[in-house]
Each structure stands twice: as structure tokens, then as C-alpha cells.
T-cell receptor
Framework: AQTVTQSQPEMSVQEAETVTLSCTYD???????LFWYKQPPSRQMILVIRQEAYKQQNATENRFSVNFQKAAKSFSLKISDSQLGDAAMYFCAYRTLRTNFGNEKLTFGTGTRLTIIP | GAVVSQHPSWVICKSGTSVKIECRSL??????MFWYRQFPKQSLMLMAT?????????EQGVEKDKFLINHASLTLSTLTVTSAHPEDSSFYIC????????????????FGPGTRLLVL
């Protein structure tokens, strides 16, 4: 079974600075998806960024980028120019690439609470 | 991104009653929907996966007779908590997966805003 580990329960960063959230995972598969979701106080889960394991290029979405190290099974999220609206719980998630029914579920890490200091 | 709604956003009920939560995909047809449960300050735990027109697949440890899932159409899935008890109080979140063909092979789940259930 796949597992996702987020070793930082809480992180804080000064507004406008850069912060990196860590995520490691364990899998025996070679093809899969990795995601970062954000859950603000409203508790609405919002997709931040997605990475396909077969792509060597790290995904980027505006101020958000990932450092995907497949051999090390590491998938960290970097937030540049942090803004107050980035304050939220961030969850790393894994999903197999195989689309057989029953294999589509997301496995989540335990989350990292990010605080932005004005 | 795609829009998924849930209704109600929060509900309070008496112990022993049943509660139905609706999950709708508003701008796409979702053949697969997922139901999660989230305890305070914890991660999301998948309860079940539902496919339109077939029985839901429950995760280990989830009572299928207590958490009834119906996915009768491509835009609606319902979760019914039967004979609710205080320990069922939680935050329930659904998600819907955009079909393969629409996204060109990219797999993404979009989440509803969640339903907070309090059983007295």
C-alpha cells in the first residue's frame, strides 16, 4: 500500500518570503500522480498543483512550484512571494496512474499548517 | 476548475435519526465520486468510491449499512448516515473526478465544500 508522509505539522513564513513544504511517499509503482491540495479555514479543498511521475520537468503554477525527486520519492512544494491568502492546511496526495476501478483513490498525508506572518 | 457542490453545508440532528448529504458536479458529468471523512485537525480519510449506476466500493472498516451511498446519476451522489450517533459527528467531503476524455488523460479530483455533521 502507498503511504504519504508530511513531517512538518506546522510551518510559518514572513509575507513575501519563500517557504518549502516537504512530502515523501512510498510506492512500488513507477507511474503515478502527485498532488498538493490547499485547505483554507473555509475547509474547501483546492488543487494547488499536480505532477505526473513520468514527467521529469517539475510542475509550476504561478508562485507555486514543486521539486519532484522520483528516486528519493520526495515531492516538496515551494511557495514564492508568500501572501496572506496562502495561509492554510496543505496536503500532499498520491494516486496511482492505473485507471482500473478501485485504484483511483487519493492517499493523503497528514498535512502541514502554514501560517503567514504579516 | 470544475465545480462541485454539497448540501447541506452543516446539519445538526438527534441521535438515531438519518441524515442525507448530497454531492453534485455542476459543470461536468462525473462517473466517479468519492466520499471522505475528516476529523478535526486530521487528514482526509476515504470512506468509499462510487461509480454511477453501480454499487459503491467501501474502504476497510467503513460500515456499508451505516453509510449508504447512492450514485444514481452522472451529476449526483448521496451519502446517507443511518441511525446517526455522536461518534458519527464529523466533516464529510465529497469529490468528483473529471472523466479521462475531457481532461485528455489528466486525473484530478475536485472537492465539494464539505458538510459538517453534529449528532446530539
Amino acid at each position: 500500500a502507498q503511504t504519504v508522509t508530511q513531517s512538518q505539522p506546522e510551518m510559518s513564513v514572513q509575507e513575501a518570503e519563500t517557504v518549502t513544504l516537504s512530502c515523501t511517499y512510498d510506492t512500488s509503482e513507477s507511474d503515478y500522480y502527485l498532488f498538493w491540495y490547499k485547505q483554507p479555514p473555509s475547509r474547501q479543498m483546492i488543487l494547488v498543483i499536480r505532477q505526473e511521475a513520468y514527467k521529469q520537468q517539475n510542475a509550476t503554477e504561478n508562485r507555486f512550484s514543486v521539486n519532484f525527486q522520483k528516486a528519493a520519492k520526495s515531492f516538496s512544494l515551494k511557495i514564492s512571494d508568500s501572501q496572506l491568502g496562502d495561509a492554510a492546511m496543505y496536503f500532499c496526495a498520491y494516486r496511482t496512474l492505473r485507471t482500473n476501478f478501485g485504484n483511483e483513490k487519493l492517499t493523503f498525508g497528514t498535512g502541514t499548517r502554514l501560517t503567514i506572518i504579516p | 476548475g470544475a465545480v462541485v457542490s454539497q448540501h447541506p453545508s452543516w446539519v445538526i440532528c438527534k441521535s438515531g435519526t438519518s441524515v442525507k448529504i448530497e454531492c453534485r458536479s455542476l459543470d461536468f458529468q462525473a462517473t466517479t465520486m468519492f466520499w471522505y471523512r475528516q476529523f478535526p485537525k486530521q487528514s482526509l480519510m476515504l470512506m468509499a468510491t462510487s461509480n454511477e449506476g453501480s454499487k459503491a466500493t467501501y474502504e476497510q472498516g467503513v460500515e456499508k449499512d451505516k453509510f449508504l451511498i447512492n450514485h444514481a446519476s452522472l451529476t449526483l451522489s448521496t451519502l446517507t448516515v443511518t441511525s446517526a450517533h455522536p461518534e458519527d459527528s464529523s466533516f464529510y467531503i465529497c469529490s468528483a473526478k473529471i472523466p479521462y476524455k475531457i481532461q485528455g488523460g489528466q486525473e484530478t479530483q475536485y472537492f465539494g465544500p464539505g458538510t459538517r455533521l453534529l449528532v446530539l
